[in-house]
C-alpha cells in the first residue's frame, strides 16, 4: 500500500457510516483516544502532531463532533456535511497540518444574552472541520496537562463537575471559613492574552506546529455581518480547545492561592475564596486583584466581586444556609431565571392543547431538576410545583374564555352545576380563578400528571434516591 492510500484509508468518512449521531458512541471514542495515548503522558516528546492526526485519535474527534452537533461556522458546513467534505479533503488537510501550512478559517459571532438579561455573551463558533481538528488537539493536550492541574479547579475536566465544586466549598464553610472572597473576572474570555497564554504552552510543548497552530487558532478573524476583523486577544468560547486553555492560563492563580495556603474553589472563571473574616476576605482581594493584574494581566470587575457570607451570594446557581453545617440551596436568582423561561414556554402554549405544552416542558423541567438536586431545601421544589400548576390551570381558564363554556367544562369535571356556574362568573382573572378551590378541584395534580408534568420535589426525590 502507498502512502497516500495509507492516508485516504486513515480518512475519518470511512467510519462515519456506523458513528451515525449518538453520543453514547461519541463518549465511546473519547476513551479509546485516551487509551491511545496512556503510555506517554507526561512523556514531552509525545506532545507531536503525528500524534494529533493519527487514526485513532482523529476517528475519536470525528465522533465526538458529530454527537455534540452544533451549529455550523462560517463556511455553512453542518456536521452532517461533515463526512463528504473530509472524503474529498482529508488528506490535503492532513499535509497541510503536518507541513505546518494549515490555516483555520475565521469563526462566526454570536451573542447571546446573558441570565437576568445582564448584557451579553460572545461566542466564537468555528466551522465543523475546525472543531474537529480542535477537538483532535484536546485530546492529545488534556491527559498531559490535566494531572497538573490544581485540586481544587473543577470546571471542564475530565471527571469533575460543579456538583464535586460546590460539596468543597461546603467543607471550607463548615471548617468555620464563613466569609467567602467572590471573584468576577471581568470578560476573562475576551481579555486571555495570547503570549502569555502561548509562554506557558511553550515551556513543556516542543512541537513547533503544535505551538503555532494553536496560535493561528487564537488570532483566527472573527465574522460579524460578513465582515472579518482580526483578534489580538481572548480565546472565544465555542470550540473544543478554549476551556483547556483557560484552565491552563488560570492554573497559575490556583498555584499562587496554594502557596499562600488559602482555602479556594475554582470553576472555569468563577473563584470563590474562603476566609474567617471580612477584614481578612478585604485583603486577600485587594492582594490576589494586583496579582491577577501585574502577572495575568486580567482585571477583576469590583463591581460584580464582593467579600460576604456565603449564604448571601450565589456560586454555580447555588447557594448555602447559615448552618454551622451549610446545606445547599437553590439561589433565588436561579429560580427566577427558571420562571422566565418557563413563562415564554407558557405564552406561547395559550392556544395549544394541555398535553402539547407539557410535552415541551417536560425536558426543560427535567434537565433543571438534575442539576439542582443537590438542594437539600426542598421547599424550592414544592413551590414550583405549586406556581408551575397554577400556570397551567390559568392556561386553559383563558382557553375557555366565555363563562358559559368555562361552567360546561367545569360541570364535565365533576363540580356541582351551581357552583360551576358562581365560579364561571364570577368576574375574576385567569390567575386568581387558577389558583381557586374549583379549578384545583377540575384540574388536579393527578390530572396533570397523567398528562406528562414532571413534579420538582417527585423528581428530585427519584434522583436522590438512585444516587
Known sequence: MSEGDADKKAAMPEHSRRVGGGTAESRG????????????VGDQSSLTMEEVVCRENMLAAYQRVVGN???????????????SMLRERWEAIRSELLGDAYRPAAVLKVEIPKPGGKGVRMLGIPTVLDRLIQQALLQVLQPYFDPTFSDNSFGFRPGRNAHQA?????????????????????????????????????????????????????????????????RTQGTPQGGPLSPLL???????????????????????????????????????????ERFLRERLRLTVNRDKSAVDRPWKRKFLGYTFTMHYQPKLKVAPESVKRLKGRLREMLHRGRGRRL????????????????????????????????????????????????????????????LDPVRAWISATNGRGPWWNAGASHMNQAVPTRYLSQLGLVSFIQESRRLASSN
Request: aromatic residues 8%; hydrophobic residues 40%; positive net charge.
Open 29 to 40: 471514542g473519547v476513551h479509546q483516544a485516551g487509551t491511545v495515548c496512556e503510555e506517554h
Open 69 to 83: 452537533k452544533g451549529a455550523p461556522g462560517v463556511d455553512g458546513i453542518t456536521v452532517e456535511g461533515l463526512a
Open 166 to 230: 460546590l460539596e468543597k466549598a461546603r467543607e471550607h464553610i463548615a471548617a468555620d471559613h464563613r466569609w467567602v472572597v467572590d471573584m468576577d473576572l471581568e470578560k476573562f474570555f475576551d481579555r486571555v492574552n495570547h503570549d502569555l497564554l502561548m509562554s506557558r504552552l511553550a515551556r513543556r510543548i516542543k512541537d513547533k506546529r503544535i505551538l503555532r497552530l494553536i496560535r493561528r487558532y487564537l488570532q483566527a478573524g472573527m465574522m460579524e455581518d460578513g465582515l472579518v476583523s482580526q
Open 246 to 288: 483557560s484552565n491552563l492560563l488560570l492554573d497559575e492563580l490556583d498555584k499562587e492561592l496554594e502557596r499562600r495556603g488559602h482555602c479556594f474553589v475554582r470553576y472555569a472563571d468563577d473563584c470563590n475564596i474562603y476566609v474567617r473574616s471580612r477584614h481578612a476576605g478585604e485583603r486577600v482581594l485587594t492582594s490576589v
Open 355 to 414: 398535553a402539547d405544552v407539557i410535552a415541551e416542558l417536560r425536558p426543560v423541567l427535567i434537565g433543571w431538576v438534575s442539576y439542582y438536586r443537590k438542594s437539600e431545601v426542598r421547599i424550592t421544589f414544592e413551590r414550583l410545583d405549586q406556581w408551575l400548576r397554577r400556570k397551567l390551570r390559568a392556561i386553559l381558564w383563558r382557553q375557555w374564555k366565555r363563562p358559559w363554556i368555562r361552567a360546561r367544562n367545569l360541570i364535565r369535571r365533576g
